[in-house]
């Protein structure tokens, strides 16, 4: 049946019936915009759950657009309207502002000035490997017990960490410190509900069925089904897929989110499925990254991806971290971000000598991007030199997206 011979059979069944006041369900439109009217506002304002930290998620995609390199200073200027319209709770004008902000956004152009074009911007994985040697693959026994027990420890940390980051994320090292003093343990009886982790799951979802052939569509459709929400690069995402716009150009419409964490926290679970082979782990972790995000975004995924590869047939956790960090494109901007990290830790005795370098080098970034939370997991990574507890010490003091 054609689409006109269906709505004209559901035309013809309708009878028509008098409507009491009651019955005309205009209240359910009257809800609908109040859960909208909440949804910009928590754009504009909001605590993250867990922590309590306050964010402004839309001013932190203004503020992502210039470590992209783009020109945002007439964008800028819009910005205390909006707060104005925000604190006045006038949401006719918050509405208006926001979308005026957004069309700045997607028309924003660049700004030479900017050293972010100083490095080689990275579209597609036929380009990235073009500057990239990868380590061979080290023959691994996917069936033994050894991968057993690292994979079930690998989604402990995961657990572990997700739950201890939570409750402090969003936070600098000097607040964290005067607030808790060393965290050295949960901050409180851990939740182990993190949406982080969720991402990793729908992969599997995608993974199981199609293996190593697996396609950005096939997990970004897994998002669709499965995600109830997301938030800035994911909820970009989510809502380009839904609206039929699939990977890559998912990532990459109306995404100024698109270098921030979200790709990078979800890079574990491809080096799980790929463990010895870096190259593998890799393509699977661009695959994965350009539903939601581009360029140094996806680069994070792929950081992290070959951390865990290498974790399944290398003990040494300063090896893993350099011979990592060696495997990533030198003329990348991400790369210059965990160089950086990696030289303050050969510099210096204690992880935070190498950490406050860092913390004042990314201060133009937010808590959320990928970069400052690539420095921390080199630093905590190399100063807890396989040590779980004292990792996770230091990742904790480090502040930042912590539960990343």
């Known amino acids: 049946m054609k689409a006109w011979e269906m709505e004209l059979e559901l035309m013809k069944k309708g009878k028509p019936k008098p409507l009491s006041e009651e019955e005309q369900t205009w209240d359910a439109i009257e809800l609908l915009e109040k859960q909208q009217d909440d949804a910009l506002r928590m754009l504009w304002h909001s605590n993250v759950p867990g922590s309590g930290a306050e964010e402004r998620v839309f001013i932190g995609g203004i503020q992502s657009l210039e470590n992209m390199g783009m020109d945002i200073r007439e964008i800028e200027e819009q910005i205390p309207l909006g707060i104005k319209a ?31 074009w100083n490095f080689k911007e990275y579209g597609t994985w036929e380009e990235y490997c073009k500057n990239v040697k990868f380590s061979n693959k080290i023959p691994y026994n996917v069936y033994s017990k050894d991968y057993e027990e690292k994979i079930n420890a690998g989604w402990y940390a995961q657990i ?15 607040n964290l410190r005067e ?14 509900f993190n949406d982080d982790i969720t991402y990793e799951l729908a992969f599997i979802k995608a993974f199981e069925r199609t293996g190593y052939k697996v396609t950005s569509k096939d997990i970004g459709l897994e998002w669709v089904a499965l995600m109830p929400f997301g938030w800035s690069a994911e909820e970009i995402a989510l809502r380009n897929m839904k609206l039929g716009i699939y990977p890559p150009v998912s990532g990459f419409l109306n995404n100024p989110y698109r270098e921030w964490i ?7 679970i491809c080096g799980m499925a790929a463990p010895g082979e ?3 782990a890799a393509k699977l972790a661009w695959i994965d990254g350009v539903i ?7 680069i994070g995924e792929i950081f992290n991806a070959v951390l865990v590869s290498l974790a399944f047939v290398e003990n040494d956790i300063r090896k893993i971290v350099i011979d990592t960090i060696e495997m990533l494109p030198k003329d990348s901007e991400y790369y210059s971000i965990v160089k950086y990290a990696l030289d303050r830790c050969i510099d210096e005795e204690t992880w935070e000598a190498a950490w406050k370098p860092c913390e004042k080098r990314f201060e133009k970034y937010n808590w959320i991007h990928a970069y400052p939370n690539a ?23 480090e502040g930042q997206d912590v539960d990343c």
């Open 278 to 280: 870096p190259y593998m």
């Open 375 to 397: 420095a921390a997991e080199v630093i905590a990574l190399w100063f807890g030199n396989g040590e779980f507890d004292e990792t996770m010490h230091i990742i904790a003091m």
């Open 160 to 174: 572990c960490g997700g739950a201890l980051g939570t409750a402090i994320e969003g936070f600098t090292t000097d």
């Open 86 to 116: 925000y604190d006045q709770n006038d949401m006719v004008e918050l509405n208006r502002i926001t979308s005026i902000i957004n069309h700045m956004i997607c028309n924003a152009k660049k700004d030479k000035r900017s050293e972010y």
């Open 292 to 298: 939601s995000h581009y360029n140094n975004g996806v």
């Open 262 to 268: 979200g790709a990078q926290m979800r890079g574990a």
């Open 179 to 192: 607030v808790y003093g060393e965290i050295r343990e949960y901050t409180r009886k851990p939740n182990t």
